[in-house]
């Protein structure tokens, strides 16, 4: 008896005397048949046209480049030049062309509102007492159904709404300065002077790309329902 070595998750006896399998009967008349075949051939004297296998090529060792100078490139026709363009390379590039763009962009100019003659001094203080909580219901009541804006326009008008009567202040999203922070407002103020400063707030910031959606868009629409 003997020890099998091939099993590594269990020790398997076997006896020596065990019966081996017997031939394969196809396989030993495939061998035969081609035997027969080569034979056959060699005396036709065909061995010589038979094509000779071709010698496999002996790769050559590529030597690494130096350190700290440039990779090199792996074509065999310009192996010994340096790359010219490389993936962090393309993408310089673009970044460089972005703030070209940037750089070109047109000149932000300052917008001068006319909103007309205002209520007067007198009649805003009336509004001063007036919560925030109470007026911006009643504004959004006013703009969704006396006036019929919709639901989008509403919302994003009440959104930045809030956060001027809150005093949470509007943040640039280019130089993440605040307009107004920590300063409520209430319905009761000068909202041209308000305006003014909002336009005059954007334009040293960059500009605005919501196109008065920021600031500017929202101040109008507390004007319009102060003097409504």
């Not at 400063?197 to 920021?214: F, I, P, T």
Request: hydrophobic share 30%.
């Amino acid at each position: 008896l003997y020890l099998c070595t091939y099993c590594t998750h269990r020790t398997v006896r076997y006896n020596q005397n065990m019966p081996k399998e017997e031939p394969n009967a196809y396989l030993e008349k495939v061998r035969e048949k081609q035997k027969r075949n080569q034979d056959k051939i060699e005396k036709l004297g065909l061995t010589a046209f038979s094509p000779k296998p071709k010698p496999k090529k002996q790769r050559t060792a590529v030597t690494p480049p130096k350190s700290g100078s440039d990779p090199r490139r792996r074509s065999s026709r310009v192996s010994k030049k340096p790359i010219e363009f490389v993936a962090l390379d393309y993408e310089a590039v673009v970044l460089e062309k972005k703030i070209e763009r940037r750089k070109q962009t047109k000149t932000v100019k300052k917008q001068k509102f006319d909103m007309g003659q205002q209520i007067t001094p007198e009649e805003r203080a009336t509004f001063e007492p007036i919560s925030s909580e109470e007026w911006l219901a009643d504004m959004e009541h006013y703009f969704s159904v006396i006036v019929g804006n919709s639901a989008s326009n509403v919302q994003r008008v009440i959104c930045v709404t809030r956060k001027l009567a809150s005093g949470q202040g509007v943040f640039h999203p280019s130089t993440q300065k605040c307009f107004w922070k920590k300063r409520k407002v209430n319905l009761g103020m000068d909202f041209r002077e308000i305006l003014d400063e909002a336009s005059e707030w954007v334009y040293d910031n960059g500009g605005d790309r919501g196109n008065g959606w920021l600031i500017e868009h929202p101040v109008k629409k507390i004007w319009v329902y102060q003097q409504a």
